[in-house]
């Protein structure tokens, strides 16, 4: 007879999950309490003169099979934690951290349930929709020249493209405060995170006190959906070109993404030029 795999102690039961994930979360406050770094915390209302770059996305996706409840209460959490970051400084050398920033998210904090992504299927979830200003936010630092320090992924196909196909529109997992989302200002000077939400838009901006001598670009290369068993995947590479400002001559082409992201919406939605066998 084959050997029965043994299920892990956060796999025998929920308690059992739930007392798992207190002591990771214990692990990062003693890991961050030891650490040398130095976090991000300064809040200005005035703006850095240089914006580096500037993204805006739709935090309501309204498509077959998308609960809208659960889209609407995403921004409502979006803005909730935007409200935590919007004019955070980063001296140079200070780090930004996702969750030392936004603090607990919970009931009593404002917080309602929106989709998350719990053992590779999408569920209702306290704060769900975060994912989603980290994957923003990410954005930024991918179009600079930030280092990002800690990045965890998920699915990069949660719901179908609106328009044009947007390289990293997705795919930036967090959730408190195991699983982060860390850059670091490795610049010499400063740099400003803005984030603010109007109506169902999230707008984003990263701005320095100067102009950068480099441009950055996402380049995504062999995009396509593959039927992998019973299931479909969106599948391709992405990378960041960095290039000079004055010549625009290509100087680093970065892989960022191997992109290989179950589809977790419905099926039919995928275009069907975009298949391939």
Not at 54 to 72: C, F, P, T, W
Not at 215 to 231: Q, R, T, W
Request: charged fraction near 25%.
């Amino acid at each position: 007879m084959p050997r029965k795999e043994r299920k892990l102690f956060c796999d025998i039961n929920p308690t059992c999950y739930a007392i798992s994930l207190q002591k990771e979360i214990c692990k990062r406050h003693i890991k961050d309490l030891l650490s040398k770094e130095k976090f991000a915390k300064n809040i200005k209302t005035e703006k850095l003169p240089n914006v580096v770059f500037s993204h805006s996305s739709n935090m309501i996706k309204r498509a077959e099979g998308v609960d809208l409840r659960l889209q609407e209460n995403k921004a409502v959490n979006i803005a909730l934690a935007c409200s935590k970051i919007n004019g955070m400084i980063l001296h140079p050398g200070e780090v930004f951290s996702f969750w030392r920033a936004v603090g607990k998210i919970t009931k009593k904090n404002g917080y309602m349930d929106g989709r998350v992504i719990q053992r590779n299927r999408l569920v209702a979830g306290r704060g769900g929709g975060l994912c989603n200003l980290a994957n923003t936010i990410h954005l930024l630092v991918l179009h600079s020249p930030l280092r990002t320090i800690e990045f965890h992924n998920h699915s990069d196909a949660l719901a179908p493209d609106e328009g044009k196909r947007v390289p990293f529109s997705a795919g930036t997992s967090v959730s408190y405060n195991n699983v982060d989302y860390r850059f670091k200002n490795t610049t010499d000077q400063d740099v400003q995170l803005l984030l603010w939400c109007e109506g169902e838009f999230l707008h984003a901006e990263l701005r320095s006190e100067s102009k950068f001598p480099w441009c950055y670009a996402l380049v995504e290369e062999n995009h396509h959906f593959k039927k992998e068993g019973n299931k479909y995947y969106r599948i391709s590479t992405i990378y960041k070109e960095t290039s000079d400002g004055v010549t625009s001559a290509v100087l680093e082409k970065e892989l960022v993404l191997d992109n290989h992201s179950e589809v977790m919406y419905s099926y039919d939605l995928i275009p069907e030029d975009q298949i391939r066998e």
